[in-house]
């Protein structure tokens, strides 16, 4: 039972060139590709797979400030407005709602932590309401528990991931560019030392401009042209339990599980944070970067096993233009859901709210979330190959910012002053180690 999706129609012609061509087609290439062709650039997008088809659907879908990293906040706060501007501007429906987000918690140093957050926050003109016990016991009344305290943010809200990214596509097609589904970029060509053509499985296309947008993918893609990009996948486990009885929150973050409902008034479930780590060749690779964060996170994080050597995203081999890449071989990352942290997760669901025994389990899935070693973005032109734009390692963020990320490096792409300095997310602040010194390729 996998993540839902809606199916969409794409170019099935290819174009010979582009101004731009933006690989992959989850939710932060599809914001790429749509703001470039806003700008009037002929852009092409390209996608192995299905257009939203592995994290950019499998997420939890919201779309917020609260306790963002105070680099991505401003990214966050223009990613509010653009999700609401984009349908006004389209007609296309994304599910988005600002429909505002709670957080409960019965924990004094987590309480103090969004206390802290929220005095930053304040700073910065962000709308966010700590909820004393018998506030958070008010907005948490359909849980019939005490709490002691919580958060609001108002103005903070969802979108559905199964109806997002295909949307975005379609106003790509609109906006006189082209999307391509099943077209795997298999890698570069170059002329003078920088990008001249994309080389999908399809054809070639010529082009003075890459954006990789591949997710998970994106390190083993750049490996291939030299450039080092630390990044590892966790791989999160959630569900789905269809429509029914009881008013529940819109959604709701407690330590125990977290909770999002769709437009068809079914529930997303989730555990914040728990993953499995399933080690692979890139991971050990990379392990000195990603120590320190997985230290942080041990108590929710555990082993994996052979998924991720399976799937073949996290591999060190090297790819010819003229044969199938791992990226043909495995068309959409669909691991296999950790059926210990789904029954944990629904079991906590029905703890919280018992009304919940009475909607069935309408699917259960698993994705990879790409990170890197600081949880923030890496966005920027690679200084070894010019014309080549990274844009990954979103962190489990993407979504929620996407179309802020998407109209800034459009922005970067179309030779624009970018609405936010894109220089805290450059891929160059890892040229260091974990330990400060510099890593050899």
């Keep these: 039972m996998p993540a839902p999706l809606t199916l969409v129609e794409t170019t099935p012609q290819l174009p010979e060139s582009a101004d731009a061509v933006v690989i992959g087609g989850g939710i932060v290439g599809a914001f790429t590709a749509y703001f470039l062709a806003k700008k009037g650039l002929k852009v092409a997008l390209v996608e192995k797979g299905r257009i939203g088809a592995e994290q950019s659907s499998r997420n939890w879908g919201w779309c917020r400030q609260q306790n963002r990293d105070a680099r991505e906040l401003p990214m966050a706060t223009r990613a509010l407005d653009l999700w609401e501007q984009f ?44 909820l004393s016990s018998a506030e958070a016991a008010q907005r948490g009344a359909a849980t019939g528990k005490p709490w002691l305290g919580g958060v609001f943010s108002p103005t903070d809200g969802t979108a559905d991931p199964g109806r997002a990214a295909p949307a975005v596509a379609r106003a790509i097609m609109s906006n006189g560019g082209t999307v391509h589904q099943g077209c795997a970029a298999r890698g570069l060509e170059t002329s003078a030392g920088r990008v001249s053509a994309v080389v999908t499985e399809s054809g070639v296309i010529r082009t003075p401009l890459a954006i990789m947008a591949g997710g998970a993918w994106a390190s083993s893609f750049c490996r291939q042209y030299g450039i080092r990009f630390p990044q590892a996948t966790v791989r999160q486990t959630g569900l789905a339990v269809g429509p029914g009885p009881g008013d529940l929150p819109d959604a709701l973050h407690t330590v125990g599980v977290s909770m999002t409902k769709r437009s068809n008034g079914s529930y997303m479930l989730a555990i914040s944070g728990r993953g499995r780590v399933d080690p692979t060749a890139q991971f050990l690779r990379f392990s000195p970067q990603f120590l320190p964060m997985f230290l942080r996170r041990w108590r929710s994080l555990a082993p994996g096993g052979l998924e991720g050597i399976r799937s073949g995203h996290e591999g060190l081999g090297r790819w010819r233009l003229d044969r199938p890449t791992p990226m043909e071989a495995m068309r959409i990352l669909d691991p296999k859901a950790d059926k210990h942290t789904a029954k944990i997760t629904h079991q906590r669901a029905i703890d919280l709210f018992p009304i919940l025994k009475e909607r069935p389990v309408t699917a259960t899935w698993a994705g990879y979330i790409d990170s890197t070693p600081d949880g923030v973005p890496s966005i920027g032109e690679a200084a070894e190959l010019p014309g080549l734009i990274l844009a990954a390692g979103f962190s489990g963020h993407g979504f929620g910012i996407s179309p802020g990320a998407g109209q800034m490096i459009a922005d970067m792409a179309g030779g624009s002053v970018p609405f936010i300095d894109p220089k805290p997310y450059h891929p160059d602040r890892f040229r260091a180690s974990a330990w400060g010194k510099v890593a050899d390729f």
């Design 87 to 130: 349908s006004i501007d389209t007609g296309e429906d994304t599910g988005f709602r600002r429909c505002g987000l709670l957080y409960l918690s019965n924990d004094e140093a987590e309480i103090a932590n969004w206390a802290r957050w929220g005095e930053f926050a304040r700073t910065v003109g962000v709308t966010t309401h700590m």
